[in-house]
């Protein structure tokens, strides 16, 4: 993660964060940097970017913000991680000038004011210190940048699990800027596990089926997983002949996550849990577990 340009009010501005790091926090290598830009001039600089030329800002349509049109994050799709593995996504944002585009910018922020350091608990910057663009006409490019979030370093608190702010940033041609660090959002999930036993097995027809099971999740605080408590989750079942499941009733885990109940056997078929997600946590289902009633 990096900042791609160094401006010497950014200095202060940086000191200022780490003053308004918790004491708890102070000295922890495991707490991530959580000091983002918040101006065009902080990431490209008070002069325009290699390829920029001020001489398209000669007519008065080129003396103007570019205009920002589009971000996206991970292709649209939730960003879930678990507590170890690191995962890199993709962020391109699309902007147009007259004079094109020839850099942007994108960051995922977590707080409620990126103007005041001590509002911020989560920030997950850019690798790259200029983005990849590519051009779809003579005024419009779509940049592509990539982010490498880390569970470990991150995500050192259950609480960033739910919706992040995104930032997006433009440079034209020009040396005109565009920054907006409300762009639009996106969600950070906690990756959730589900399992199911169905017995006995074989069964005999009209006897009794129990299907336990366990629903957890990622813990970002000790990187292990525990338990989703009082969670409705869908016990379904699809008969042996069939390519469709059907749910046949809804239970909640306990203050554990564990899941179990009882159904009567009837003919041979698969046995699943389905969870369909929170904001915090993503959906998961189960493979079918088969039972022979004989």
Same mark, same amino acid.
């Given at each position: 993660? !990096?900042? !791609?340009?160094?401006?010497?009010?950014?200095?202060?501005?940086?000191?200022?964060?780490?003053?308004?790091?918790?004491?708890? &926090?102070?000295?922890?290598?495991?707490?991530?940097?959580?000091?983002?830009?918040?101006?065009?001039?902080?990431?490209?600089?008070?002069?325009?970017?290699?390829?920029?030329?001020?001489?398209?800002?000669?007519?008065?349509?080129?003396?103007?913000?570019? =205009?920002?049109?589009?971000?996206?994050?991970?292709?649209?799709?939730?960003?879930?991680?678990?507590?170890?593995?690191?995962?890199?996504?993709? =962020?391109?944002?699309?902007?147009?000038?007259?004079?094109?585009?020839?850099?942007?910018?994108?960051?995922?922020?977590?707080?409620?004011?990126?103007?005041?350091?001590?509002?911020?608990?989560?920030?997950?910057?850019?690798?790259?210190?200029?983005?990849?663009?590519?051009?779809?006409?003579?005024?419009?490019?779509?940049?592509? &940048?990539?982010?490498?979030?880390?569970?470990?370093?991150?995500?050192?608190?259950?609480?960033?699990?739910?919706?992040?702010? =995104?930032?997006?940033?433009? &440079?034209?041609?020009?040396?005109?800027?565009?920054?907006?660090?409300?762009?639009?959002?996106?969600?950070?999930?906690?990756?959730?596990?589900?399992?199911?036993?169905?017995?006995?097995?074989?069964?005999?027809?009209?006897?009794?089926?129990?299907?336990?099971?366990?629903?957890?999740?990622?813990?970002?605080?000790?990187?292990?997983?525990?338990?989703?408590?009082?969670?409705?989750?869908?016990?379904?079942? !699809?008969?042996?002949?069939?390519?469709?499941?059907?749910?046949?009733?809804?239970?909640?885990?306990?203050?554990?996550?564990? &899941?179990?109940?009882?159904?009567?056997?009837?003919?041979?078929?698969?046995?699943?849990?389905?969870?369909?997600?929170?904001?915090?946590?993503?959906?998961?289902?189960?493979?079918?577990?088969?039972?022979?009633?004989?």
């Amino acid at each position: 993660m !990096r900042i !791609r340009a160094t401006v010497a009010a950014v200095s202060g501005a940086l000191a200022l964060s780490a003053l308004a790091v918790p004491a708890a &926090l102070a000295g922890d290598h495991s707490v991530p940097n959580l000091n983002k830009p918040t101006s065009g001039a902080e990431v490209f600089g008070t002069a325009a970017a290699p390829g920029a030329s001020k001489a398209a800002a000669a007519t008065a349509a080129d003396a103007s913000e570019p =205009v920002i049109s589009k971000v996206v994050v991970n292709g649209g799709k939730d960003i879930v991680l678990g507590t170890t593995a690191k995962k890199t996504i993709s =962020v391109s944002v699309t902007a147009s000038h007259p004079s094109g585009v020839v850099d942007a910018y994108a960051d995922l922020w977590h707080g409620t004011n990126p103007n005041s350091p001590d509002t911020i608990d989560g920030a997950i910057l850019p690798n790259e210190e200029a983005a990849t663009c590519t051009k779809v006409n003579a005024t419009t490019s779509t940049c592509k &940048l990539t982010f490498t979030i880390d569970p470990r370093y991150d995500l050192y608190k259950n609480a960033l699990a739910g919706t992040w702010h =995104v930032s997006g940033a433009a &440079l034209a041609g020009s040396g005109d800027m565009a920054w907006n660090d409300f762009f639009g959002t996106a969600r950070v999930q906690r990756l959730s596990k589900l399992t199911v036993n169905a017995a006995p097995e074989p069964v005999k027809k009209g006897g009794t089926i129990t299907v336990t099971g366990k629903l957890s999740r990622a813990n970002w605080e000790d990187h292990a997983y525990h338990g989703y408590a009082t969670q409705p989750v869908k016990l379904q079942f !699809r008969k042996k002949t069939s390519s469709t499941y059907t749910t046949i009733k809804t239970i909640k885990s306990s203050s554990v996550g564990n &899941l179990k109940t009882t159904v009567k056997a009837s003919v041979d078929g698969y046995w699943r849990y389905s969870f369909a997600g929170t904001s915090t946590t993503p959906a998961v289902t189960t493979a079918g577990d088969f039972v022979d009633v004989k």
